[in-house]
């Protein structure tokens, strides 16, 4: 039996840290924040090189996770580059990563833009929140086909759609490692 691993994707602001720990309190498991892992500490949510970016993070997620144990690991399936373009993260990221699921945090643009803007005292373009979401929905889309994983999308501004998907969380709980064995 396979041990869960989760990645939850969804655009800066939309909660997938939030999201991914209170998963975590229910699974077994160890969180890990893309971001925290690679110590981005930056405000700004531009990345010069997206593509090398991506394999440090691989990297540093080979050297920090085991084989037998299970993950929810937040991060990202698009993000700004340099010139605040939306970038695909390439589908090389994910492969390695042995995933049971995705899950893809989405909330209202406007609330994103909100939080962010409280979050990291940034005013973004609404339609640059809009269009990076739009990336980031297609691209988790196309990593799941490609890895044939559910894929489950989850407004985490809407209270019933999370206690929705705690509960799908709920039933994976027999599949963790202290479970097993």
């Avoid at 209170?22 to 700004?44: E, F, H, M, P």
């Amino acid at each position: 039996m396979s041990r869960p691993r989760l990645f939850i994707g969804g655009v800066h602001g939309t909660g997938k840290s939030l999201l991914s720990k209170q998963i975590t309190q229910i699974l077994v498991g160890k969180y890990i924040s893309a971001s925290k892992l690679l110590r981005w500490k930056s405000k700004s949510k531009k990345v010069d090189n997206i593509y090398r970016n991506q394999v440090v993070l691989s990297e540093l997620l080979q050297t920090c996770t085991k084989e037998d144990s299970s993950y929810i690991i937040d991060g990202h399936f698009a993000l700004w580059n340099k010139d605040n373009k939306c970038e695909e993260v390439p589908l090389e990221t994910f492969v390695s990563l042995g995933l049971s699921a995705i899950i893809i945090a989405t909330s209202p643009p406007q609330i994103i833009h909100n939080r962010l803007k409280h979050r990291d005292d940034i005013k973004y373009k609404l339609e640059d929140i809009v269009s990076l979401q739009a990336v980031e929905m297609k691209q988790a889309k196309y990593v799941a086909k490609y890895l044939n994983v559910p894929l489950i999308i989850v407004d985490t501004a809407n209270v019933m759609e999370i206690k929705n998907l705690m509960k799908q969380i709920i039933q994976m709980k027999p599949y963790t490692r202290e479970n097993l064995l």
